[in-house]
């Protein structure tokens, strides 16, 4: 049930006709919606800009990553995780847990769309969706292909497009300089004086990586982090933390969370890791900074292995000058300075979200905008608030899909009375 029709525009271009919502990404946010749209036999379309399923997951992370909260936060509608895995998934097998859902609701993504706009049609009141395919097709046809449509469901993720700050004189440095997102692992590291750029989950795992491969990592902290312990006496830290604000108030649950941090860790401020003034769930939920959920980085900076250093006021030729005018030889440098949407590239004329590409209404009211426009997986939440916007997108689809199709029923009865 594709629910499309295809034809030419005078330009030679592909207009493709959809029954159904348009679906743009097909992460696990993308995927989800899908899943509850096929259980209620909604036809739809989703279009991916890569190859492949969960790109973010297959293509831009690295070896060693697990899910960092347990996995029955993890988990999309309607299919849980194999029973044998364990409490933390690996990358490995979170991939295998979305390939066997995509298979198992036989989502069958159009890859290599990646979407340059969007735009809703107040004539005709239809969502006029381009995307550019990967590679022209022989002959005279456009590889652009442009998808009409009465829903359009945003899915492209928080973290579309890696963040690359301007650093004075990353031009004379003349080491190797990446994003974490093409980092895989600290093999090609070994023996090398590396410079990691950010002290979230990421920097934080990489660093750790790095020392596990007899790397020197100098972390760059340049203002403050909350480091949490993964669990606490054997309890997930994430559990705990929806358990206490499901009673108390936010500011209390934040006060608990960081005695049991001291208690667990210790003081962390003497290895230079200021903690913010906000508590950590105040400036997820304000600022969608997620706290560093540790899993051996810090007991790597006690020992030393890990250099926290200040931040950064240029680089030079094989150097480094921190703010506080030290000079660092390093050979490489690895970004791990974030992730943003892409949605304000391509998304046009709707004010449904902020020029920092998330909804403007928080969680848990993002989800549905004006004229057919839908979001799933911008809530900050990571993937149980992606879970929980595809099941309230798929249930309002569905009941729009039911009353048009009631309506066109109707009319085949007249028309055949
Ligand atoms: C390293 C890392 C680890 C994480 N670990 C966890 C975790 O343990 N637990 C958790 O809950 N969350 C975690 N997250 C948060 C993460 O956002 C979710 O896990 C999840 O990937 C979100 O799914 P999504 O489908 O919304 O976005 P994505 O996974 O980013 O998928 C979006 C898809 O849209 C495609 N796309 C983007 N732009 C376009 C376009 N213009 N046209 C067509 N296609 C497009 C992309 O190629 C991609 O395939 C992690 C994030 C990162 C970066
Ligand atoms: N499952 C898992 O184990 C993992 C999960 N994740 C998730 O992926 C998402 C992205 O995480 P991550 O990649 O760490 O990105 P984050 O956005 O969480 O962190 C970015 C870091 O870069 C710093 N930074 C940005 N620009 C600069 C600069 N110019 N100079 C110095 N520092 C800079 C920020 O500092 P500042 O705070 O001062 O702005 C911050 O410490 C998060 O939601 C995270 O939880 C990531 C890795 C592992
Ligand atoms: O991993 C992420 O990016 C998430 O957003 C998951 C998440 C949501 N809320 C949190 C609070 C503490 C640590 C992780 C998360």
């Known amino acids: 049930m594709a629910g499309l029709t295809e034809q030419y525009d005078f330009l030679s271009r592909r207009c493709v006709w959809v029954n159904g919502p348009i679906i743009v990404g097909a992460g696990p946010s993308g995927l989800a919606v899908a899943a509850c749209l096929r259980e209620k036999d909604v036809p739809f379309v989703i279009l991916e800009r890569a190859d492949c399923i969960a790109s973010l997951w297959q293509k831009r992370t690295y070896d060693r990553l697990k899910l960092h909260l347990p996995k029955q936060f993890c988990q999309l509608p309607m299919l849980p995780f194999p029973e044998d895995y364990p409490e933390y998934p690996s990358r490995k097998q979170f991939i295998d847990y979305l390939e066997s859902y995509a298979k198992h609701f036989k989502l069958s993504p159009r890859f290599n769309q990646s979407v340059q706009s969007a735009k809703y049609d107040e004539t005709s009141e239809l969502w006029r969706v381009r995307a550019a395919g990967a590679c022209a097709e022989p002959g ?27 650093l004075e004189g990353l031009e004379e440095f003349g080491g ?41 990592p100098s972390m760059v902290i340049r203002d403050s982090v909350h480091v949490l312990p993964r669990e606490v006496l054997g309890k ?17 649950a934040d006060k608990i969370l960081l005695v049991l941090a001291w208690l667990v860790l210790g003081n962390v401020e003497r290895f230079g890791l200021r903690r913010p003034s906000a508590g950590p769930l105040e400036l997820k939920n304000t600022q969608g900074k997620t706290p560093v959920l540790d899993i051996g980085a810090l007991g790597k900076i006690r020992s030393g292995d890990i250099n926290v250093v200040p931040g950064i006021k240029r680089l030079s030729p094989g150097k480094v000058e921190l703010v506080d005018g030290r000079l660092l030889d390093v050979d490489s440098i690895i970004l791990a300075t974030g992730y943003r949407s892409n949605v304000p590239q391509w998304l046009q004329g709707c004010d449904f979200f902020s020029k ?48 048009e199709t009631n309506v066109a029923k109707r009319i085949f009865a007249c028309h055949r009375r």
Do not use: Q
């Not at 046809?141 to 492209?156: H, N, P």
């Open 140 to 166: 005279n046809v456009s590889a652009d292909v442009e998808y009409i449509g009465r829903w359009l469901v945003v899915a492209t993720g928080e973290n579309a497009e890696e963040v690359v700050p301007e």
């Open 176 to 216: 190797d300089v990446k994003h974490v997102c093409d980092y895989k692992s600290g093999e090609a590291y070994r023996g090398k004086r590396v410079l990691v750029v950010g002290c979230g989950n990421s920097g934080m795992e990489v660093s750790l990586d790095l020392c596990d491969h007899d790397a020197s």
């Open 236 to 252: 997930s830290t994430f559990e705990l933390a929806i358990l206490l604000m499901k009673w108390l108030p936010l500011w209390l």
């Open 356 to 403: 920092d590409g998330v909804p403007k209404s928080p969680f848990p009211n993002g989800w549905k905008g004006k004229s057919g426009l839908y979001a799933v997986g911008f809530t900050r939440r990571g993937l149980s608030g992606a879970s929980s916007d595809a099941v309230r997108t798929a249930m309002d689809i569905g009941r729009l899909w039911g009353e």
